[in-house]
C-alpha cells in the first residue's frame, strides 16, 4: 500500500491538462444533454441517452487517472500491441463486412462487437498508430536512420491507414496529416516528406477524376470494398455547387439536408453573444443525429459565439500546452508522442467544427469528448492519461535533478532527462 502511495503522487499532476479535460466534460454533458432529444424521445428517458454518456465519461476519468502514472517507456511498448489489436479487427471488417461479430451502427459497418461490447477499432488504431510513430522516429540517430525509419513508419501508417480508408476516407486523410507533421517535428529529409505528399495529391485527384467521370456522372454503381468512393465524390461535389450556386445555398434536398438545418441552426444562435442559451434549441429536433457529427451547430444554436469561441480555445489550449510542455522534455520519444496525440485532438475538433460551418465536405469526424460515443470518449481519455502521465513524469525528474543540484551545491552537470522509471 505505502508503495502505491509513493507511485501515485499527486504533486507534480499536469493541473492545467486536468482543467481542460473536465472543462471539455462538462461542455459535453450539457451539450448532449440538449442535442439528444430524438434518443429521449425513443428512449422515453430524459436523462437516460446522457446518462449513458457520463457512465463512458466516468471510465475515461478514471482511466486518465492512472495511465497518468504509468512509466512512458511502458506506454510505448504497449503501443505495438494496441496497434496490432486493432490492425487484426480492421482487416477483419474489411475482409467480412457481414460477419457476426461486425456491427453496424447508422449505416456504417465500422464497429466490432464481443460479448455484448461494441467498439471502433479505427479509434483504437489512432492512439496506436500515433504511439508507434513516435517511438519509430524517436530512434533516428544518423543520416541512413533518417532513410530506414521514414520507410518504416510509412510502411506501418500505410498498412493502418488502408483499411481505415475503406469505411472512412477523412480518418484515414487525418492519420496521414498527423504523421506528416510527426515526420516534419522528427527533422526528416524534406524530399522524403515531399515525395509522399506529391504522391498523395497524385493519387487523390486521380481517384476523384476516375471516380466522377466513370460512376458519378454517369450514374453508374461502384461495387466492391471502394463502393463508398462514390459518396466521398458526391460530398465533394455538393459543397462545390452549394458555394458556386448562390441559388443553391437556400434550397433543401436530401443530399444537403443535414447541412441546411446545421447553417439554421448557426444563424438562430448568432443572433446574440450567447445563442438561445442552453436548453432552447429547435433545430435539434429537426437536424438528425445532432448529438453526433454536427452538435457543434447545436452549441452554436444555444450559447453563441461566445460559446463557440470558448470551446475552441479549450482545443487550441491543448496544442497550445503540447507545444510548451514538449519545448521543455529531454525525452523526445515521448515529446513525439505528446505532440502526435495534441495534434490528433486538435485537427480532429477544428476538422469537426468546419464541417458543421459549412467549410469542407462532409467528414463524419467526431468532436473529440464532445461528439456521443464510447469508444471516442474513452479512447480520447487515453488521449489525456498518456499526455499528462509524460508532462507528469518530467516534472518529477526536473524535481529530482534539481534536488540532486541543490545538494552537491550546484556542481553537478547537467543530465539528460531520460524516463526511466
Known amino acids: 500500500m505505502n508503495n502505491l502511495r509513493q ?28 442535442a439528444s432529444s430524438t434518443l429521449v424521445y425513443e428512449s422515453q428517458s430524459a436523462l437516460g441517452p446522457v446518462a449513458g454518456q457520463m457512465f463512458f465519461f ?65 479509434e483504437i488504431a489512432k492512439l496506436g498508430l500515433i504511439i508507434v510513430v513516435a517511438d519509430q522516429l524517436a530512434r533516428v540517430r544518423s543520416e541512413e536512420d533518417k532513410k530506414k525509419y521514414f520507410i518504416r513508419t510509412l510502411i506501418i501508417t500505410v498498412l493502418t491507414v488502408l483499411p481505415i480508408m475503406v469505411g472512412n476516407l477523412s480518418t484515414a ?44 456522372r454517369p450514374h453508374r454503381q461502384l461495387h466492391g470494398p471502394m463502393s463508398r468512393a462514390v459518396t466521398w465524390v458526391g460530398r465533394v461535389d455538393d459543397m462545390f455547387s452549394e458555394h458556386s450556386n448562390k441559388d443553391s445555398k437556400f434550397e433543401v434536398t436530401d443530399e444537403n439536408y443535414q447541412r441546411a438545418i446545421a447553417k439554421v441552426a448557426i444563424a438562430r444562435g448568432s443572433k446574440s453573444p450567447l445563442g438561445v442559451l442552453p436548453g432552447n434549441s429547435k433545430e ?24 463557440a469561441c470558448f470551446l475552441i480555445f479549450l482545443y487550441m489550449s491543448i496544442l497550445f500546452r503540447a507545444c510548451w510542455t514538449s519545448s521543455r522534455f529531454a525525452d523526445y520519444s515521448s515529446m513525439l508522442m505528446v505532440m502526435g496525440l495534441a495534434l490528433m485532438i486538435t485537427c480532429q ?73
Open 173 to 216: 486523410v487525418l492519420l496521414f496529416l498527423i504523421v506528416f507533421i510527426m515526420w516534419i517535428l522528427a527533422r526528416l529529409p524534406w524530399k522524403y516528406i515531399l515525395s509522399v505528399f506529391g504522391i498523395g495529391v497524385v493519387a487523390v485527384v486521380l481517384g476523384y477524376c476516375i471516380v466522377e467521370f466513370a460512376y458519378v
Open 284 to 307: 435539434r429536433d429537426f437536424l438528425p443525429l445532432a448529438f453526433a457529427d454536427y452538435i457543434f451547430a447545436i452549441i452554436v444554436e444555444e450559447s453563441g459565439i461566445i460559446g
Open 58 to 122: 466516468f471510465i475515461g476519468i478514471v482511466a486518465a487517472f492512472f495511465i497518468q502514472f504509468v512509466p512512458s517507456m511502458w506506454v510505448r511498448a504497449s503501443g505495438y500491441l494496441i496497434l496490432g489489436f486493432s490492425l487484426l479487427c480492421l482487416y477483419a471488417i474489411m475482409v467480412a463486412p457481414n460477419a457476426a461479430f461486425v456491427a453496424t451502427i447508422n449505416g456504417a459497418s465500422r464497429w466490432i462487437k464481443v460479448a455484448g461490447i461494441t467498439f471502433q477499432p479505427s
Open 7 to 34: 507511485h501515485i503522487n499527486l504533486k507534480y499532476i499536469d493541473k492545467t491538462y486536468w482543467a481542460l479535460f473536465i472543462m471539455l466534460i462538462v461542455v459535453a454533458c450539457v451539450a448532449l444533454f440538449s
Open 349 to 421: 475538433a477544428l476538422i469537426s467544427m468546419m464541417v458543421a460551418v459549412g467549410i469542407g465536405p462532409v467528414t463524419g469526424q467526431p468532436l473529440p469528448i464532445i461528439t456521443r460515443g464510447g469508444t471516442s470518449a474513452v479512447i480520447t481519455s487515453i488521449y489525456f492519461g498518456i499526455i499528462m502521465g509524460v508532462s507528469r513524469e518530467q516534472k518529477e525528474l526536473q524535481a529530482r535533478l534539481d534536488i540532486t543540484k541543490e545538494e552537491s551545491n550546484n556542481d553537478v552537470p547537467d543530465i539528460i532527462l531520460e524516463d526511466n522509471l
